[in-house]
């Protein structure tokens, strides 16, 4: 038996879906344990894209996927999902896909203050995906989220509601000049939701205990990044939910002895989605290049991704946060033809070297870069399948990764399809 954590070490879109999608071939179930439909998973097979933002990217595997406890889902956005996956002759059924009894629903006055909020913030806004992510959050903690358990209980559902949506509407229209809502709507959108979805809420956490029990092997697929985490990443341009590796057991309901590896997702250089500090962004044509030779859009904004030199402070932090076993380096190809590259290696504010990432953003911001630089590749690695046959300075690139990280490297990726992939060591070998 081996479950597998996968999480992203930037600040998301690192490749987590293309990569939990190839190892899902593997595993028998997939579980996403934080965020919500901010995620935006793709995956390529035979030349077709998917975007899944809540499903989780073990689907077209046809694996039994589980939406875990710590996730706060837009229900609307499930049931459009389930919708345009089963349209492409995807099976979505209760036997297939499962939520979690106690995910937290995302309700409307939660994407309304999301973006009443943002538009208040104006110039100082965080850039959410205005998903209504953080409101969600925000009446778990303070205990007055409503969970799919009074979801599917329309009398509990109605209570719950009439005990908020007042005070919700106050806060709408006295605070964020926003406008208020209407029980009756939300009622009836709801209901309708809850009929559907009520034959795929569970347990989930019993559900993966008897699996795992049984020896089935399980993949956590994480969403977001690292450095998007609520705790450890670059405060408070963060999501609300941690997202780092050890809460796959607390968003999930299973122990830490369940886990056996953790795999962090690497791009090649670095992307950056929505406002705060970013050390190694490039503003010059490479920093453009990059962006256009990677497609580099947001999967769930469409928003255009800021790009930059890999930064070994983040991913050395995000190796010890997350306790990684492994590393995947994904998008490889796009750095093909730039006759050089650097890597950050640490951080020079003013006088001090820092090698572990700072707290204090105004710390950040002064702080510079500090790069080693390598020889670049001008072959196209693209149809490359094997480690050996890869350009000598493309191994000499992830060979000082791997060293500078101190993890070893068991994935590349070199395109976005299934296949376009050099497996160096299985993880669930
Ligand atoms: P996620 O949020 O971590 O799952 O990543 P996204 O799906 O948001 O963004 C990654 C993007 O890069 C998607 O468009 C993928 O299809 C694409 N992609 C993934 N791996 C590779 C790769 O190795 N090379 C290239 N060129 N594209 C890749
Ligand atoms: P995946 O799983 C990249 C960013 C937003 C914003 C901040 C807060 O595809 O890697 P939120 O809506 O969560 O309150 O926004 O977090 N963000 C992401 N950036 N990839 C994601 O997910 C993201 N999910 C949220 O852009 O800066
Ligand atoms: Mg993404």
Redesign the pocket.
Known sequence: MSNIVII?TQ????G?GKIVDLLAQKADAVVRFQ?GN????TMVVEGEQFISHLVPSGILQQKKCFIGNGLVVDPAVLVEEIDYLSDRGIDLGPGILKVSQKAHVIMPYHRAI?HAREKKKGANK??????G??PAYEDKATRRGIRFVELIDPEMFVDRLNSILDEKNFYLKNYLNAETLAAGPIIEQYGQLAERLTPHVTDVSVELSTAMKAGKQVLFEG???TH?DIDHGTYP????SNTVAGNACGGAGVGPKDINGVIGIVKAYTTR????PFPTELFDNIGDQIQAKGAEF???TGRRRRCGWLDMVILRNAVRLNGLTGMVITKLDVLGGLDELKICTGYQYNDTKLEHFPANLNVLAESKPIYETLPGWQEDIAGIRNFDELPQNTCKYLKRISELAEVPIDIVSVGPGREETIIINDPFK
């Open positions: 992203g600040w998301g879109d690192e987590k965020g901010n995620a935006g998973h999301d965080i850039g959410t995906t205005g998903r992510i953080g969403a977001q990044g998007l341009f963060v999501t609300s989605v929505g406002a705060g947001g999967a769930t």
